[in-house]
């Protein structure tokens, strides 16, 4: 036996040992979720439990990043973890998460990373459709997109809001990486069309224009639809993401073709439940206020003499009178909080509406 090869064995033999530690330590881990689920079912007898608890993972992720001790990043380190708590609720109890499909969606993506691939990820035709599958209690949580860093924000997942119950539980940011692909079949074939969504195809539109200027671009349902054509139709390419062209088996023809390179998405996720504070939280309201001279500045001062940053505004016509508008507002911090209890009973008094939309960990990873 060679050095090398000697060496080699010691330290296979070092990390067949460390994994066995590994394993017995994830499986002591394990042990103890399944006693949290016995003590949370004791505590709440009859009732419909709620296992999943946002701000408690959002504070197991972050203690995991500050105290990484390296090689691995700490965001790596994290993502392992991500994995190791939806195991164990799983275990405790299966998740069922609707998203806006159909199935190799970035929403599909972000759904993953944000619970972990121990769920079932259930795919629904719309927005609304993730909506009133949460409301219904058919599934668990659901995951919708609210904002594009090149497009803005998506109209429809605010204004489901206006009408909907439901809580926005957590967020989750996700990079967007665009490709253009073809069935492996069809690879050096002329392309006559390229299938997209719009909001994709406005993603990448510098690069068409310089590179397949003139060819045909089609617009449909989702990114998964258009990977899903291109499998079937000769001379047809896609514009889509990773999961969609590993579901479709399909070969990248060119990478990353988003015009910005920090193309990212933020998806919310929508719950049932409200979220206890994490430490590190966001919350969002809808307010509607009268239409009168001086209104907007009153809905924001108690921002600003509280203290509280506000994270975004946004103006959206109101679904109940004509040139009547609610603005959508995110800010830092808890709605327990006192800061915050002072500010949103300031802008109860001079609002028509305030809707507390939720509190929720700011997202980890
Ligand atoms: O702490 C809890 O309440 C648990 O259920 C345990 C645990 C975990 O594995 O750490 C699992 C699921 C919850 O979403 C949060 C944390």
């Known amino acids: 036996m060679s050095d090398e090869q000697a060496r080699l064995a010691e330290l296979r033999d070092e990390i067949d040992s460390i994994d066995q530690q590994i394993m017995k330590l994830i499986s002591a881990r394990a042990r103890c979720a399944q ?5 949370k079912m004791a505590a709440n007898p009859g009732q419909d439990v709620v296992f999943y608890r946002p701000e408690r993972e959002a504070q197991v992720l972050r203690r995991i990043m500050e105290q990484n001790p390296g090689p691995l990043p700490g965001e790596e380190m994290a993502r392992l973890f991500r994995e190791i708590m939806s195991v164990c609720l799983a275990l405790e109890k ?23 691939h121990s769920v079932v990820s259930v795919p629904m035709p719309a927005i609304d459709a993730v909506f009133r599958e949460v409301e219904s209690g058919a599934a668990h949580y659901g995951v919708v997109p609210v904002e594009n860093s090149t497009e803005g924000m998506i109209n429809h997942t605010l204004d489901m809001f206006m009408s909907s119950p439901l809580k926005i539980c957590g967020e989750v940011q996700l990079r967007i990486h665009h490709h253009l692909m073809v069935a492996p079949q069809h690879d050096g074939q002329e392309i006559t069309r390229i299938y997209s969504h719009q909001q994709s195809f406005a993603q990448c539109r510098q690069w068409l224009d310089t590179h397949r200027y003139g060819i045909e671009r089609i617009s449909v349902s989702s990114n998964a639809e258009a990977a899903r054509r291109a499998a079937a139709e000769p001379g047809a390419a896609a ?8 579901l479709y088996g399909l070969v990248k023809l060119a990478n ?21 504070p994490s430490g590190h939280d966001k919350s969002s309201v809808l307010v509607s206020m009268r239409n009168k001279p001086g209104a907007l500045y009153q809905l924001l001062e108690p921002f600003h003499s509280h203290g509280i940053s506000l994270t975004r505004i946004e103006t959206r016509p109101s679904q109940t009178g004509t040139w009547a508008y609610v603005f959508y507002i995110d800010f830092e ?13 300031e802008v109860d008094v001079e609002a028509v509406e305030l809707k507390r939309l939720g509190s929720y960990p700011i997202g980890v990873l």
């Open 35 to 39: 006693e949290v689920a016995h003590v």
């Open 94 to 116: 299966p998740m069922h998460i609707a998203f806006l499909g159909p199935l190799g969606t970035f929403t599909q993506a972000a759904a993953l990373k944000h619970f972990g």
């Open 239 to 246: 514009i889509a993401g990773d999961m969609a062209a590993e």
């Open 256 to 276: 990353s073709i988003e015009d910005r390179p920090d193309n990212t998405t933020r998806f919310l996720i929508i719950g049932r439940e409200a979220v206890t």
């Open 333 to 345: 911090g808890h709605m327990d909080d006192e800061p915050a209890r002072k500010v949103l009973a």
